[in-house]
Structure formats: C-alpha cells, structure tokens
T-cell receptor, first 114, second 111 residues
Framework: ELKVEQNPLFLSMQEGKNYTIYCNYSTTSDRLYWYRQDPGKSLESLFVLLSNGAVKQEGRLMASLDTKARLSTLHITAAVHDLSATYFCAVDIPPWSNDYKLSFGAGTTVTVRA | GAGVSQSPRYKVAKRGQDVALRCDPISGHVSLFWYQQALGQGPEFLTYFQNEAQLDKSGLPSDRFFAERPEGSVSTLKIQRTQQEDSAVYLC?????????FGPGTRLTVT
C-alpha cells in the first residue's frame, strides 16, 4: 500500500521567515504534485514535478523532488499572510500506469502570523 | 476556459436517502476521477473513468456507491442508502494527461 506522509501537519509561520514542508512516499514514483487548498475551496495545482532533481519555483514557493530518497520539499521564502492555507502533496499510484490516480498526504495546515 | 463544475455544491441527506452528485469535466478531457475528502483529511481516490469506461473502482467504499459516465463526458456519483460516515466533500477531477484539474466539490452531510 502506497503511503504518503507529510510533516509537519500544522505549521505556524511568522511573516518574513522561511519554512519547509516535507513529503515522503513509500514507493517508486517519478511524478509528484503539490496542491493548495483554502478553507471550503477545492484544490489548486501549485507544482507538478516529473523527474528526479526537478525544481520548480513560483513566487515565494519552491518545490523539489528527490526520487531516490522518495522525498519532496516545499520551501516557503519570507512568508506572507496570503500563503495561509492547507498544502497537500500527492503521488501517482501506480506510477508506471496510465491510470494517474493520486494518493494524497494528510496535508499541512499553514497559518502565517504577523 | 471553463473549469470542472460540480453540482450541487451542498447536499444534506437524511440517513437512508439516495443521493446523486454530478460532475461536468473540462471539455475534451478523457480522464475523470472521483475523490472523497473527509474533514481534515487529504482526498482519497474512489473511481476513475477513461471516456465512458470505468477502469478502476477500487476506492469505492461499499456497493452503495456507484458511478457512471455514459457518454464519456458528464459523470454522476450515486450513493444509495446514505450513512453518516458518507459525510464528506466529494471532489471530481478531469485530465487530458497526467495533470488533474479539480472541481469545487460537493459537500455531503448525512443527518
């Protein structure tokens, strides 16, 4: 059974500081996704990481993928209030198929305080 | 362009009632997925269609859950004899390749 684990599950950030969210998964996969979810809203795609060593950046967010370590990180630079949300990572299961169904982590709830 | 739409957005059902949840995918998207998201949890896979063919229904929690996509476009997720544990947000996603685009979800509350 594929497991996707995120930590921390809750993250209180101070504005202006840097933080990292970690996503570990239990089986080989070359595709990892990061989503953002605001309360009562659906999932917004942030990044799709397609290969080992992939790094993508958008604004204050940067995501990277190490398929050998089965680890992805989401790095937040100089946190601002509008980054408050829940962040999910997800992995294709099974990764070698064309099925593309996703297995999600439990989510990291981020609160940015002044 | 238009994204994935779902209806109704909110549904309250009494235990034992049947419900039907609708998903309109992005036009031209071959793949359609249903996920269930319990409060405070990540989404969990329910079922997957490629055009009208239901290729994977391994995530459906019981035989009370049934999904269809008869013409390869709109999909309906039906839950018979709803139970309290069915209360969740039901998310639909569509894709043309590996990236999935999610709808706003239907929040189902069973009382």
């Amino acid at each position: 059974e594929l497991k996707v684990e995120q930590n921390p599950l809750f993250l209180s950030m101070q504005e202006g500081k840097n933080y990292t969210i970690y996503c570990n998964y239990s089986t080989t996969s070359d595709r990892l996704y990061w989503y953002r979810q605001d309360p009562g809203k659906s999932l917004e795609s942030l990044f799709v990481l397609l290969s080992n060593g992939a790094v993508k950046q958008e604004g204050r967010l940067m995501a990277s993928l190490d398929t050998k370590a089965r680890l992805s990180t989401l790095h937040i630079t100089a946190a601002v209030h509008d980054l408050s949300a829940t962040y999910f990572c997800a992995v294709d299961i099974p990764p070698w198929s064309n099925d593309y169904k996703l297995s999600f982590g439990a989510g990291t709830t981020v609160t940015v305080r002044a | 362009g238009a994204g994935v739409s779902q209806s109704p957005r909110y549904k309250v059902a009494k235990r034992g009632q049947d419900v039907a949840l609708r998903c309109d995918p992005i036009s031209g998207h071959v793949s359609l997925f249903w996920y269930q998201q319990a409060l405070g949890q990540g989404p969990e896979f329910l079922t997957y269609f490629q055009n009208e063919a239901q290729l994977d229904k391994s995530g459906l929690p019981s035989d009370r859950f049934f999904a269809e996509r008869p013409e390869g476009s709109v999909s309906t997720l039906k839950i018979q004899r709803t139970q309290q544990e069915d209360s969740a947000v039901y998310l639909c996603a569509s894709s043309s390749d590996y990236e999935q685009y999610f709808g706003p979800g239907t929040r189902l509350t069973v009382t």
